[in-house]
């Protein structure tokens, strides 16, 4: 096959495939570089403390203040005794119904006792028991 004069050799092809693969590498290298946020930001840390303790202390009392400010509450002057929660209401309900249940069981269960007590006593009245 004959050489055309634009064309190159295969040695000089391979070496610039591998200086292109070279310059690719660098290349990608920088990129990741770049892109590593928490190492730039460990970094900047190390290299200049004093900014961002004064940043990390701003931050926290910017978040103490938030979170800790006082709520403004408002009263009826009406005095309605209407509640906001009706889960907390319906919460102290339940709980009072299960201490009465607990107080009023061994009331329920006597006289339960007792009334099967007295129909068993009494026995069938006819043949089928009606």
């Known amino acids: 096959m004959a050489k055309r004069p ?28 770049e892109a590593d946020l928490p190492r730039k930001i460990r970094r900047s840390v190390r290299q200049e403390p004093v900014p961002w303790i004064i940043g990390a202390i701003a931050v926290g ?3 103490t203040a938030v979170v ?7 009263v009826d002057a ?4 209407k509640s906001k929660h009706p889960l907390l209401e319906a919460g102290f309900v339940l709980g009072a119904l299960r201490i009465a249940a607990g ?6 269960m006597n006289f339960v006792e007792k009334k ?7 026995g069938r009245s006819g043949p089928k028991g009606f």
């Open 6 to 33: 634009g064309n190159k050799s295969d040695a000089e092809l391979k070496s610039q495939i591998d200086r292109s693969r070279e310059d690719l590498a660098l290349r990608l290298e920088r990129v990741r570089e």
């Open 68 to 74: 800790t400010r006082k709520k403004k509450v408002y």
């Open 103 to 108: 107080l009023l069981k061994p009331v329920v």
């Open 116 to 122: 099967f007590r007295d129909q068993m006593g009494r």
């Open 61 to 63: 009392l910017l978040v």
């Open 78 to 81: 009406k005095g309605g005794t």
